[in-house]
């Protein structure tokens, strides 16, 4: 009789590995670098939260908000007001993404890992926690989400899907630290948000809407509501990464999951992330930089100049120069626009959230430029991305010149990084009309002393609006109130 065939053990799924580590990390695990850039991106991120506060996609937000949010322990930037966690990350990831302007990470796919920050600070309000976790949340964020983005080739974003595909696994990780969950609470919370949270790539396609801006904050909700269910005893599937009709099956090849979670500890991803010094997407940032050079180095005006020519990657010449972003008419599909974002450079020598106003966008100046931009994909410059960045730029003056200049990543980049006074001072010009000059020193402070903070609330408390509001705020609201009384009486 022949001995029965062993069974083989089943593999253990990748969520398990990565929830098990996660759960464990600790403050004292963080090198000294690591607790130094999440701080310096908290502070940037803030800086275009309380941007954002002021945009009319987050106002439309937060007036929903208003009327579904439950009173919970987590604080909403700008308002001051205590919510429910689920709803706080949702609100303050939305002002960190809405201008688009916080971080960016882009190996096979594109990111922006600080999109994930107030899972961490809901989470952690609602733990009761200081500023030593809340880094750790900060630090654990980026480290997930940018393992990701190495692990897919080619990566999702190639395959029709957006990287809020990514954020929804990431997400309940961060907030199941957060939180003290355990290895496996922290798997489920993974299950549970990534098995319903696949985002379709059109919100980065074509005529850009306010959605573009929304779907990560979205994942990042995700991730906190699925970490509170897990607390709870709430399952979801283990096999959500790397089982049947899971990420890899579903997406298909070819993927590198070793990348998750190899070596993790013995450096942290967030020394490695990129900070916008644009408003932009991610691959404007060096064609920006080098028109910028060219045209103040030679004092071009755009009367002299009769073409520009950008050498760059397919899916820059596809995605951002597409003919929608040739005739933009919202700030989204502007800020997606080579050709806008390229002529805004040529016309006002900048490109800040000033030039992104409806009276910018419509500037006849500006528009005029437009026809000028042409985006041309470059064989040579695939093969070296995404470890350069490389564009090259040709303009044609109406003399007969041509005038190029290649850059291979752009400012903002880990190799030619913002300054902490480039971080203070986008941090302030962002904070204007929310924030008075006390309140954002006081805040700025804060954020650079963060490990000694008891309380994450104490923090958030820092970020309500200071600056009176305009009388026409303020009879907006008493006209408001003053309906409300009138329906109740007629009632």
């Not at 695990?29 to 275009?48: H, T, V």
């Not at 205590?82 to 990111?111: F, T």
């Not at 991305?385 to 980049?413: C, E, H, M, S, Y």
Request: glycine content about 8%; hydrophobic content about 40%.
């Amino acid at each position: 009789m022949s001995a029965p065939k062993s069974i083989a053990e089943p593999k253990e799924a990748v969520t398990a590995r990565m929830s098990r580590w996660a759960a464990g990390l600790q403050y004292k695990d963080l090198s000294q670098e690591a607790i130094d850039r999440a701080k310096r991106f908290l502070l940037d991120s803030i800086g275009c939260a309380l941007g954002g506060y002021q945009q009319h996609d987050v106002k439309i937000a937060l007036a929903v908000l208003g009327e579904i949010a439950g009173r919970g322990p987590a604080t909403v930037i700008g308002t001051g007001e205590r919510v429910d966690p689920v709803s706080a990350a949702l609100a303050n990831a939305l002002m960190i993404r809405s201008m688009d302007y916080n971080d960016i990470y882009w190996k096979q796919d594109p990111s922006h890992p600080s999109d994930i920050f107030p899972a961490a600070l809901a989470s952690c309000e609602r733990a009761g926690s200081g500023g030593k976790e809340l880094i750790v949340g900060l630090v654990l964020g980026h480290e997930f989400e940018m393992r990701f983005c190495e692990a897919a080739f080619p990566g999702i974003r190639e395959r029709g899907w957006h990287h809020a595909t990514l954020t929804a696994f990431v997400s309940p990780i961060v907030a199941g630290r957060a939180l003290h969950l355990s290895g496996e609470q922290i798997q489920h919370a993974i299950g549970i948000s990534a098995s319903h949270h696949c985002t379709l790539g059109a919100v980065t396609a074509g005529k850009l809407t306010m959605m573009k801006n929304t779907v990560d904050p979205m994942a990042t909700q995700s991730g906190v509501f699925a970490a509170l269910l897990a607390e709870k005893g709430y399952s979801g599937p283990e096999h959500v990464a790397d089982g049947k009709e899971g990420l890899t099956h579903v997406f298909g090849p070819d993927w590198k999951l070793n990348l998750l979670t190899d070596g993790l500890g013995e450096s942290w991803r967030i020394t490695q992330c990129g900070m916008k010094a644009f408003p932009t997407e991610a691959l404007t940032h060096t064609p920006i930089s080098a028109v910028l050079d060219l045209v103040k180095t030679n004092d071009l005006h755009p009367d002299q100049v009769e073409r520009i020519q950008v050498r760059s990657l397919a899916r820059a010449a596809d995605i951002l120069s597409d003919p929608s972003k040739y005739d933009p008419h919202t700030r989204e599909t502007a800020d997606h626009s080579l050709p806008y974002v390229i002529a805004a450079a040529l016309v006002e020598r900048q490109v800040t959230p000033a030039q992104f106003t409806m009276e910018k966008i419509m500037d006849p100046a500006i528009r005029a430029q437009l026809k000028k931009v042409e985006v041309v994909a470059d064989p040579e410059i695939e093969k070296v991305f995404p470890a350069l960045q490389r564009v090259v730029v040709n303009i044609t003056t109406t003399d007969g010149r041509v005038l190029g200049k290649q850059l291979d990543f752009p400012k903002g980049d880990p190799r030619n990084p913002l300054t902490d006074q480039d971080v203070e001072e986008k941090f302030a010009a962002l904070a204007e009309g929310v924030l008075s000059a006390g309140a954002q020193k006081r805040l700025k402070e804060a954020i650079w002393n963060l490990e000694n903070s008891n309380s994450v609330g104490k923090l958030m408390a820092l970020m309500k609006a200071d600056i009176p509001k305009t009388p026409t705020e303020i009879g907006s609201k008493a006209r408001s109130r003053a309906n409300s009384k009138k329906k109740a009486a007629s009632v």
